[in-house]
């Protein structure tokens, strides 16, 4: 069973940073996708950045030049480094695991609460 633990949300004021971590525990596949999505209030939950085992990334275009997503192989853990926040990016954030882009299996972690005030 994998299980997929993320700390680091919380509040901050528009502006400021704040870095998300996801650590991957349990046995899957070393060859992955690692993301993050979000969710707001009233919305659908979105990609907001992935990247793969070999280093590919993905991002959507809000996220583009604010935000970074990395990973450590070694430990099973991505961070999301999310500079120059605005209130728009106030949402339930997810960590997921897949290894097909085109479906198949996923996990989700529990989700981590990011509130940026103006």
């Known amino acids: 069973q994998v299980q997929l633990v993320e700390s680091g949300g919380g509040l901050v004021q528009a502006g400021g940073s704040l870095r998300l971590s996801c650590a991957a525990s349990?046995?899957?596949?070393?060859?992955?996708?690692m993301g993050w999505y979000r969710q707001a209030p009233g919305k659908e939950r979105e990609l907001v950045a992935q990247?793969?085992?070999?280093?590919?990334?993905t991002y959507t275009d809000s996220a583009k030049g604010r935000f970074t997503i990395s990973r450590d192989n070694a430990k099973s853990t991505v961070y999301l480094q999310m500079n120059s926040l605005k209130p728009e990016d106030t949402a339930i954030y997810y960590c997921n695991l897949r290894f097909r882009l085109d479906g198949g299996s996923e996990y989700w972690g529990q989700g981590t609460q990011v509130t940026v005030s103006s």
């Open positions: 990247v793969h085992t070999f280093g590919s990334t």
């Open positions: 349990g046995s899957f596949l070393s060859i992955n996708y």
